[in-house]
Each structure stands twice: as structure tokens, then as C-alpha cells.
């Protein structure tokens, strides 16, 4: 049995997530059931990243304490994620006790390493970022990724990683093995980054300046800096199951997760993950998402809308998976309609309904195609879905050509049931990516006879 331990970037809980954090965890619970249809072992991780400094503004901006902030906002998206049927087998928060301990202990195993040091720090820090910046990196000032910030200038005294120690090593792990880094454009920038330097990075704050986060186990006057505690999420939530088989982050953060993580990682003595996928961002109606210009949709509004299935399909299919995408109502409507209403669910109601009349007995159990579990498991995602609605295609070409509404006896039977045992495998191939629609589908074909189903996704 081969093993698949998939992991999400971890949110911020400075406010409740919207429609671009959901789509990764939608690709992730995708895959996931993908690889518990083909009898993997499967643990899916996922969760909220509640220390640091804009989880603290957030909640000071409530008069909240950072606690009841982050458990407020956590609850949150634990709700937005069940609205589309995310089912992770653990969703772990940095503020649970066992994340903690395993923070402190990997801290000491860097130390012990001889890889963390004292040392001061003068210069700019981005608190959306969460991270330190150099001028070039700013645009007239400001953060790119954060424009409505100010950029803080900070001198301290901080523990340092060094970073600097595995650039060589981090070179080998991505030049040698091309499915490190994916999709190839990523890997190629990372290899820049690499060939423009590494320095050391501090991982730690001053606690009488930000004291919400995990102490330094040896030096209680600082506390761990937050990207340092959350990457450490992922072996805290696989525990015995690490590595990962594949981490599943945004462009923004690839950086942290294919150079920073590995190093710590490979300083603390632990195995490195497999793979590490960084997929595009998701615009709506032609903006950034983003609080601060209001153009926020949550995922259970969608759900609402469209049902968790038709909003599942799609992002998998119409996501960001590699370029940026702009999504936007209008495109969500004219895909229920054209691929879900008048695709997969006019196709099931026309030959269920044919099937109930004939009185057609229940279908054996299919197997998904060899080419669909490739595509799956090479994370050709959108190669997958294709696939599936070329069948549709494929089915609904064949009842209007044979007019198989106007056979009769014995040909009509034959073809019903091929096209019926078509749209069984279909179901089976969808039921990740829409687990209700396509149960209800396998029910319909599978009971002791064939019954006609109830439009799957009527008009909205
Ligand atoms: N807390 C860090 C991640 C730590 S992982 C050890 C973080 N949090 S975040 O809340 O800002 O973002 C979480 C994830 O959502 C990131 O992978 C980010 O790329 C992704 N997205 C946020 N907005 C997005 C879109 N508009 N579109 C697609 N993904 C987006 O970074």
C-alpha cells in the first residue's frame, strides 16, 4: 500500500478565509480522495497559522486578546472549509500544546546543531509578509504584495538561522530532482534566488516587542518567529507519517517552503518532503482579493450559490493550478450551466430515465481508467477533467446520433447499457472532485435496478 501525506498552507487567522485560501484546500481534498479511491494510505493536513504580528494587530483592532481572536477566527474557517466539503484528517492550529512541544524540540535539535546563533538586526520588516526586507525588494517603498502597509524599520537583537550554510545543499535538492520544485517556472525562479545569495535569517522577535508566539526553549525572552513555527506544522500534523508527500502552497510562499524549509529540515536531521507544488493566484472580477478593497467572497457563499460539488468543479478545473486566473460570477454561472447542468447532469438524468423505463437491472461495480488515475497522480489535473468530459461528450454525441430515444428491444439495451457503464466510470472519476453528485449518480446506477436520478444541479 504506497502512502500519500498531502499538506496545505496553513492560514493566517487575522481574518476569516475567502475563496482564493479555499481553492487550495479544494486541490488538496481532490487529491486526497483521489488517493484514497486507489487505496493509498492517505493523511491530509491542514489548518490555521494563529502567532505573530498581523494576527496580533487583527485582533487588538477587535479589542480582542490574541486567544480569543485566533480561536474566534479559526472556528471560522473550520465552518468555510466543512461548507465545501473538506474533510482534512487533521486541522491543526500553531497555538495547539503537542505544535508547540515539537517546535521547542526542533528548535534545539537546529541549536544543538550548532546552526542558530545571536546576533542583531537593523532594517525593514513587512508585517503581511511576516518577513524582513531588503529596498530592492520594495516598490516606491512599499511592499508589493502589500501596498497598503507601511513598511517598519527595526533594529534588534535576534537568534539567527544559517540559512547561508545550505545553499549548496538546496542547490543539489532542486537541480537533482526536477519534481522538488513544480511546476518548472517555480523551480527555475528558486534556482535564481539561490544564484543571487543566501543570507541568514533571523528567527526570532524580542519578546517585550511581539510576545504572542513560542518562546525560544532556551531564552524565554524571545519568541520563535513565525514562519519558523509554521513550517514546523507540517511535522508536528504528519508526526510518525512525515514526509510529505506533497506540500501544496501558493507562488508567494514557495520561497519559504522550497529554501527556507528544507535547510531547517536538513539542520534538524529530519527527511526531506517530496514534492512541493506552488500553484497561481486567484483574481475576482480583475482585482486582487483582498479585504482591505472589499472584494472578498467566502467559500460558503458559494456553497450557497452553487452547492459544495459545482464550486469544487470549478476551481479544480478552472483554478489557478499553475497561471494566475480571474474568476468572477458570471464565469462560475456560464460553467454550471454549460459542464455541470447541460453536461454531466443532463447526461445522467437522459440515461437513467431511458434505463427506468426498460426496466434495466442494477450495474456490477467499474473500475476508474488507467489514464485518469496517471493524470490524477501526476498532478496533470486539468488533463484529468478533460478526460472525463470528452466521455460526457463522447456519450451524449452517441444517444443523438443513434437517436437512441426512438430504439427499441434489444439495440436500445445494448447501447443503454455501454453509455450506462460510461457514465459509472465518469461517476467514479468525478467522485473526488464532487463526492455528492457522484454518489448519487453510483446509487442510481448500482441499486438492484436502474432508477431515474433527480436533476443533479438544477437551475440556479
Ligand atoms: N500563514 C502563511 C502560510 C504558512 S504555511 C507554513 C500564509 N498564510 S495566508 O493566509 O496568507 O495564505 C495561505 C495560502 O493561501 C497561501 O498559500 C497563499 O498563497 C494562498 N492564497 C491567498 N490568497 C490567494 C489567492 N487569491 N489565490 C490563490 N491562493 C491564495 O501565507
Known amino acids: 500500500m504506497a502512502r500519500f501525506t498531502i499538506t496545505t498552507a496553513i492560514d493566517y487567522t487575522n481574518g476569516v478565509i475567502h475563496i482564493g485560501h479555499a481553492y487550495q484546500k479544494i486541490v488538496a481534498d481532490v487529491l486526497a480522495r483521489f488517493h484514497k479511491q486507489i487505496d493509498d494510505e492517505v493523511y491530509f493536513l491542514t489548518g490555521t497559522d494563529e502567532h505573530g504580528i498581523t494576527n496580533t494587530q487583527a485582533a487588538a483592532k477587535e479589542g480582542l486578546e490574541p486567544r480569543q481572536f485566533v480561536d474566534k477566527i479559526s472556528a471560522l474557517d473550520k465552518k468555510e472549509i466543512e461548507s465545501m466539503d473538506i474533510r482534512p484528517d487533521r486541522f491543526i492550529r500553531t497555538t495547539d500544546e503537542d505544535h508547540k512541544k515539537v517546535v521547542a524540540e526542533f528548535y534545539m535539535k537546529s541549536f544543538n546543531n550548532g546552526d542558530i546563533y545571536k546576533g542583531s538586526y537593523e532594517g525593514l520588516y513587512c508585517a503581511g509578509c511576516e518577513s524582513y526586507k531588503t529596498l ?3 516598490i516606491d517603498g512599499a511592499c508589493p504584495l502589500h501596498p497598503t502597509r507601511t513598511i517598519e524599520k527595526i533594529s534588534e537583537e ?3 538561522f544559517r540559512w547561508s550554510k545550505y545553499r549548496d545543499f538546496l542547490r543539489d535538492l532542486i537541480e537533482n530532482n526536477p519534481l522538488f ?44 518567529y513565525v514562519w519558523f513555527d509554521a513550517l514546523i506544522n507540517y511535522v508536528t500534523g504528519l508526526g510518525s507519517m512525515w514526509p510529505a508527500s506533497l506540500h501544496l502552497v501558493g507562488k508567494d510562499i514557495t520561497r519559504w517552503h522550497t529554501l527556507l524549509w528544507p535547510a531547517m529540515l ?6 526531506m518532503p517530496k514534492a512541493v507544488y506552488s500553484h497561481g493566484f486567484m483574481n475576482l472580477n480583475g482585482q486582487k482579493i483582498s479585504k482591505s478593497l472589499g472584494n472578498v467572497i467566502s467559500p460558503s457563499e458559494l ?46 438524468s437522459r440515461l437513467t430515465t431511458m434505463a427506468e423505463k426498460e426496466g434495466l437491472a442494477g450495474l456490477k461495480d467499474v473500475s ?3 489514464e485518469y488515475k496517471q493524470f490524477m497522480g501526476e498532478l496533470k489535473i486539468v488533463e484529468a477533467v478533460e478526460l472525463i468530459w470528452s466521455k460526457i461528450k463522447e456519450c451524449d454525441r452517441t444517444i443523438n ?33 464532487m463526492p455528492n453528485a457522484s454518489l448519487k449518480i453510483i446509487e442510481a446506477l448500482t441499486g438492484e435496478k436502474i432508477v431515474k436520478i433527480a436533476p443533479l444541479f438544477p437551475r440556479i
Open 181 to 224: 520544485v513544480q511546476p518548472e517556472q517555480r523551480r527555475k525562479d528558486m534556482i535564481g534566488f539561490l544564484d543571487s545569495g543566501l543570507e541568514d535569517i533571523a528567527i526570532s522577535r524580542p519578546k517585550q516587542k511581539l510576545s504572542w508566539g513560542i518562546p525560544v526553549p532556551n531564552d524565554e525572552s524571545h519568541v520563535i
Open 158 to 160: 535576534n537568534y539567527f
Open 303 to 348: 456553497a450557497n450559490r452553487y452547492g459544495s460539488d459545482a464550486t469544487r468543479y470549478y476551481f479544480f478545473r478552472y483554478g489557478p493550478w499553475v497561471e494566475d486566473v480571474d474568476v468572477s460570477l458570471e464565469k462560475i454561472d456560464a460553467v454550471y450551466q454549460s459542464d455541470l447542468a447541460n453536461g454531466i447532469g443532463n447526461l445522467s
Open 401 to 433: 446520433e443513434t437517436k437512441l430515444w426512438e430504439k427499441t428491444g434489444e439495440e436500445k439495451e445494448q447501447t443503454l447499457n455501454k453509455l450506462l457503464n460510461i457514465l459509472l466510470v465518469i461517476a467514479k472519476e468525478t467522485q473526488p472532485i
Open 266 to 271: 536538513k539542520s534538524a536531521g529530519y527527511e
Open 136 to 138: 530592492s525588494e520594495l
Open 368 to 370: 476508474v481508467s488507467d
